[in-house]
Every structure is written in C-alpha cells, then in structure tokens.
C-alpha cells in the first residue's frame, strides 16, 4: 500500500501571495492517478486537479499541479480569499485509494 | 446537475448496525463506479469502498473490510453502505462519491450524514 504524505500541515500565507504544497508518495507512483482536492469548512471535497496536472472543470488557472515518481506538487500562483482551505491528494488508482492527511492553507 | 443525497445517519452504540442510503440523480447512475469516504470530527479523508458500475469489482479499505458491505441498485439509482459492529473509531461524515464514466477518479462528492457510534 503506497502512503501519501503532504507537507507542511498548515501553510499560513497572505491573499496574492503564493503557495506551494507537497505530497510525497512512499514508492514510486508508476501511473499518472494523482488527484488533489479542495475543501472549505463545512463543505464536501471538491475536486482541483487530476492526472497528476489536469484541472478539473471550473477549476481556476492560478491552479497547477505537477510531479512524478515520489514528488507531486499543487501550486496556487497568487491566493484568493475563497482559496484558503484544506487540500488533499488522492491516489485514485489500484485500490487501496489513499488520501494524504491534508494540508491547511490559512490566512495570515 | 449531479446530486447526491446521503440519509441513514445517527446514533448508534457500539457493536450496532446502520445502513446508510445515497440518492443519484442528475447523471446515468448505472454508468458509474461509485464511492464511500468518510471524515472523522477535525481528521482528513479517508477512503473507505468503491463498487463498479454493475457490481462486479468490490473494494474495501482495511479498516472497514469484513464489517461494512458495499451494494447498489441501478433501477433506484441508490447507493448503500451496510455498517455492522460498529466502533467509536466509526464515528465520521460519510460521503457517497461518484466517478467518471469508465473510470476511478471522484468528481462529485454529496454533503454527508454523520455517524456517532457511542454508548
């Protein structure tokens, strides 16, 4: 079973500014069902990004996800308010279909 | 639109039972492989099962393997997770999710119905 883990846990930043999170897998992803998630409190998920840098319908531009083998990106080119939020990366391939234990992007 | 409903939720003790119900409309149900994927209070997500489209491939999460069962009708377009010997580890927001056609990836997920397995 491949284990996803994000970092860091909380990224405190300011509204323009840019983020960038990290999910590093525990063995080598050989397939390209890499998947990140956007949730906003009392929300459901909601899906960004796939195949490792394919936005999702709706999905604004300043998102972009990137990586291979052990190493994914999702970069946020300048924050919105509607953008601080709690993201997740999912392998979404053989199951078991791992979550990595997210990451909190909070105003500063 | 796509929406999905969850119901079933509630309290129940431990070593109970609960069947929790996800209501499909707004897209060909029986087109698509299908999720569960819950949320413990302030924890992230974890996936939890996924059945195909027409039953056939069924996969569960350790966790849940042997206690919670998986099933769909296509004619009602519903969704259904059989909870049994619940734990207070179980407590969570469940969340039906759907998948692309001909594919595993989520792209909608419903609101959620919590579970609080509790004495």
């Known amino acids: 079973e491949i284990v996803l883990t994000q970092s860091p846990g909380t990224l405190s930043l300011s509204p323009g500014e840019r983020a960038t999170l990290s999910c590093r897998a525990s063995?080598?992803?050989?397939?390209?069902?890499l998947a990140w998630f956007q949730q906003r409190p009392g929300q459901a998920p909601r899906l960004l990004i796939y195949?490792?840098?394919t936005r999702a319908t709706g999905t604004p531009d300043r998102f972009s996800g990137s990586g291979s083998g052990t190493d994914f990106t999702l970069s946020i080119s300048r924050l919105e308010p509607e953008d601080f939020a709690v993201y997740y990366c999912q392998l979404y391939g053989s199951p078991p279909r791992t979550f990595g234990q997210g990451t909190k992007v909070e105003i500063k | 639109e796509v929406q999905l409903v969850e119901s079933g939720g509630g309290l129940v003790q431990p070593g109970g039972s609960l069947r929790l119900s996800c209501a499909a409309s707004?897209?060909?149900?029986?087109?698509?492989?299908m999720n569960w994927v819950r949320q413990a209070p302030g924890k992230g997500l974890e996936w939890l099962s996924y059945?195909?489209?027409?039953?056939?491939?069924?996969n569960y999460a350790d966790s849940v393997k042997g206690r919670f069962t998986i099933s769909r009708d296509n004619a009602r377009n519903s969704l259904f997770l059989q909870m049994d010997s619940l734990r207070d580890e179980d407590t969570a927001v469940y969340y039906c999710a759907k998948s692309v056609r001909n594919g595993w990836l989520i792209d909608y997920w419903g609101q959620g119905t919590l579970v609080t397995v509790s004495s």
């Open positions: 059945i195909s489209s027409t039953s056939s491939n069924i």
């Open positions: 707004g897209f060909s149900f029986s087109d698509h492989h």
């Open positions: 195949a490792i840098s």
């Open positions: 063995q080598s992803v050989t397939s390209n069902y």
